[in-house]
C-alpha cells in the first residue's frame, strides 16, 4: 500500500495568482497522476509526472496551465497558473506501483478560486 | 482507452444484495477491470479488480463473462455506510474515469 500526504489540504486564492501542490509518497512508486474533480462530477485525469522529465498532459490541458514536477519517485507538485474562478475544484494526486494494480488517492485539494 | 458505461444511480435498501453492471465493449487484451468506491470529499479507494470470471474479496464480488464486454459488481448485504459513487475502469496504467454509479442506501 501507499500513503499520500496532500498539502494544503485547502486554500482560497485570488484570480489571477498561483497555488502549487504538493503530493508525498511514503514509498517509491512508478506512476503519479494528477486529476480534477469539480463539484458532483467524476475525476478528470490532468497529467502523468514523470520522474526526470516532461509531464504527459491529457487533451485539454497545457503545462503552461498546469505545470508540474516530479523530482523523485516520491514526491510531485501541480501548479494552477493564473488562476481564475473557473479553477475552483478538487485537485486529488494519485500514485500505482506498476501495471494493473491498485491506484492509491490523496485526500485531495479543494480549491476556491475567488 | 476502452470507454465504461454504467448506471448513473441505484437506489437499495440496507441488506439487499446490489449489482452494479458495467459495459466496455473496447476493452483491450491487456486491460483489467477495476471498481472505485469514492465517499464525499474523499479520494477514491480501490474495492476489487479482475481479468476475467469471478474475483471475490472481503468487500465484494466481480463477475467477468467470457467475452469481458462487460463486468458486475455485486455488493453482499449493502449498509447505510456503502452510500457511495462506484466507478468503473478499465485499462493498464493510467485511470481515466467515467460518471460513475451513484449508489444511495435507505434505511
Known amino acids: 500500500s501507499a500513503v499520500i500526504s496532500q498539502k494544503p489540504s485547502r486554500d482560497i486564492c485570488q484570480r489571477g495568482t498561483s497555488l502549487t501542490i504538493q503530493c508525498q509518497v511514503d514509498s517509491q512508486v512508478t506512476m503519479m497522476f494528477w486529476y480534477r474533480q469539480q463539484p458532483g462530477q467524476s475525476l478528470t485525469l490532468i497529467a502523468t509526472?514523470?520522474?526526470?522529465?516532461?509531464?504527459?498532459?491529457e487533451s485539454g490541458f497545457v503545462i503552461d496551465k498546469f505545470p508540474i514536477s516530479r523530482p523523485n519517485l516520491t514526491f510531485s507538485t501541480l501548479t494552477v497558473s493564473n488562476m481564475s474562478p473557473e479553477d475552483s475544484s478538487i485537485y486529488l494526486c494519485?500514485?500505482?506501483?506498476?501495471?494493473?494494480?491498485?491506484?492509491?488517492f490523496g485526500q485531495g485539494t479543494r480549491l476556491t478560486v475567488v | 482507452l476502452a470507454k465504461t458505461t454504467q448506471p448513473i444511480s441505484m437506489d437499495s435498501y440496507e441488506g439487499q444484495e446490489v449489482n452494479i453492471t458495467c459495459s466496455h465493449n473496447?476493452?483491450?487484451?491487456?486491460?483489467?477491470i477495476t471498481w472505485y468506491q469514492q465517499f464525499p470529499s474523499q479520494g477514491p479507494r480501490f474495492i476489487i479488480q479482475g481479468y476475467k470470471t469471478k474475483v471475490t474479496n472481503e468487500v465484494a464480488s466481480l463477475f467477468i463473462p467470457a467475452d469481458r464486454k462487460s463486468s458486475t459488481l455485486s455488493l453482499p448485504r449493502v449498509s447505510l455506510s456503502d452510500t457511495a459513487v462506484y466507478y468503473c475502469?478499465?485499462?493498464?496504467?493510467?485511470?481515466?474515469f467515467g460518471q460513475g454509479t451513484t449508489l444511495q442506501v435507505k434505511p
Open positions: 473496447n476493452i483491450a487484451t491487456n486491460d483489467y
Open positions: 494519485s500514485v500505482g506501483t506498476g501495471l494493473n494494480t491498485e491506484a492509491f
Open positions: 475502469l478499465v485499462g493498464e496504467d493510467k485511470l481515466i
Open positions: 509526472a514523470n520522474q526526470g522529465s516532461e509531464a504527459t498532459y
